[in-house]
């Protein structure tokens, strides 16, 4: 039986399709995105409801930009992401958002998705806080070696002090 129970889970997927529907950037199943790729590449919509996912939507040039939830999911939230997706990539990209600036860019878009969500939890939703986190610059290159080297830094040390605490925890449990 489902839960209507909140989660932090809100995301189940994130995709970025181009016009003929090919995957750009992907965290689901090629069905699945297909699917949902013939439901909205011609429709005026911002919302489809398919498959008992909620999937809100946004196109730009030959690009669309899909966030998906279950059928219980407030849309607000859902698009709340996209919109935060969509703005942090347009700065990144020079408002040039479209397949080929995108596919040259490609560190950026993942670290931009993993500031948003992670495992489906949405950390932010606020696009200057993503661009400040992953260190772009409007003056100068998008994003260089150097930010992205820094990027996977402070998410290894946040990872290792989380373990950290968590063993710490642990060890205190089992002492008492």
């Known amino acids: ?13 994130v995709f970025i399709l181009d016009n003929d529907g090919n995957r750009l950037l992907s965290k ?7 699917n949902v790729f013939n439901k909205t590449h011609k429709a005026d919509n911002e919302i489809a409801f398919l498959e008992g996912m909620t999937i ?15 059928a219980q999911e407030n849309e607000l939230m859902l698009m709340s992401v996209l919109n935060c997706l969509f703005e942090s ?8 958002v479209e397949r080929r600036c995108l596919l040259d860019n490609m560190e950026g878009v993942f ?18 806080q993503v661009l400040q986190k992953v260190n ?3 003056d ?13 830094t ?23």
């Not at 290894?156 to 002492?175: F, H, M, P, R």
């Open 1 to 13: 039986m489902d839960s209507l129970e909140p989660s932090l889970y809100t995301v189940k997927a």
């Open 89 to 96: 990539l347009s700065q990144i990209l020079r408002k040039n």
């Open 28 to 34: 689901e199943q090629k069905n699945f995105e297909m």
């Open 56 to 70: 809100v939507y946004k196109s730009s040039i030959d690009l669309f930009f899909y966030v998906v939830g279950s």
């Open 111 to 128: 670290l931009v998705v993993d500031e948003i969500i992670d495992g489906g939890v949405i950390l932010e939703s606020d696009p200057q």
């Open 140 to 152: 100068e290159n998008p994003l260089s070696e150097q930010s992205v080297a820094q990027h996977i």
């Open 136 to 138: 772009y610059r409007a």
């Open 154 to 176: 402070e998410k290894l040390a946040l990872t290792t002090n989380v373990l950290q605490s968590a063993k710490e925890q642990i060890k205190w449990s089992i002492l008492k």
